[in-house]
């Protein structure tokens, strides 16, 4: 039986190779092999994989995910605009290039050769495929679909003339699935860094002492926010002090929230703690995420004003930090807690809060108007920024990651604030 798992699995493998080897043929030369028939060969690939290999939940989900774009170009073949379906079909097969080094790394896995191992070709292969993953699968699907404003025309004009109901589901269909895609790519693409991070010995490098000096660096650029953001006001709106007293407030509160962490980050590292040390801890943790949810709904609220997007947005918001105000005050908590553990177990609660907020929000903003290069911006450093903190791929220094993101994502907030 064994034996016979171990066929099916080198089967399997060389499959994939081969079928990931002609998707890049089928792309850069449509004469030789027709991308339609290999977008169809992939599909065939998928469902003999979800029918007879156990899998993970990421891969049922992608595997999902590739049918339902088969599944739309089945349903809409008659209707939808030849462009579009190339398009959505050439996006799942430039998808498929880069796993032409995941199969040859699941194969030579298999393979005990001398050989494998003298010359690293695992470790050459794994880098090639990092490096083809980010440009393929993120770059590349960036600007063919998030930036590529004449598609969003061609998808927004063809689900418009459906009726008003089917015209919602269309688009819904279309933007959840390779959305949906984009957001596993960057799900395994956090993943692999962390892999790489943790094999590399960077995360051996990087301390907690060092992470926490160079995080406070950069947490204290968000004190040159309020400039920042001032001249973009400038740049857009000389005259409305309504905005501007937006940007004001929400750098305040942004500044506020870094000196909340700093303080609490700064008892940490005491080696004993006390009891005042963890009513302290408490209070700082809770007064920083009350900073940041305030923040973020100020900015919902200078976008969107009165509407269900905004009062969704606040009673999400509302129960996330309900939540963290009962994670921080369970009795769990106290001076006998290890400080690691401690570390750990509010960090778990911040992040998932803080990811569930932080994606909803975006995807709200992003969705505002689709077509404007910093709702775009702002979907993608969204997406990174939630997958960061439910993932943590730089261990220690995943705080100097994040910071950098959102000191990036405010400056486009900023702009959208004033824009709208």
Known sequence: MEEIN?????????????????????????????????????????MADLIFFKLTNDVYIHHGLVMMVFLLDYMYYDKIDIKISNIFSKICLYFEISSIFLAIISICKKLESSFIKRYKVLDIMNVLFYGFFIYFRLYYFSNIFIFNNDLHLEVFDFCNVQNVVHSGICKIQFYGTFLSFFLLNIYWFHIMTKIMVKNSGLKKIISKKSASYYENILGYTLYVKPILLTLVYIYHKLNDIEHYMDIIVVSILSVASMYCHHMWRNIFEKKELKEDDVKLIQKYTLYDQVAIHIRSVIIMYGIFQDSKEFYMSLVLHFLTTKQIYDDLYNKNINKNMEVDKMIEYINNSVYFNLGATFFYDNIMVSFYNFFDFHCQNNLILGMFIAASFFIRPFYEANQIYVHFLIILQTLILGVLNVKY
């Open 6 to 46: 171990k066929v099916k699995e080198y089967i399997k493998d060389i499959s994939y190779l081969i079928l990931a080897f002609l998707s890049g043929i089928s792309l850069y030369n449509n004469e030789l092999v027709s991308y339609k028939s290999m977008f169809y060969g992939l599909n065939i690939y998928t």
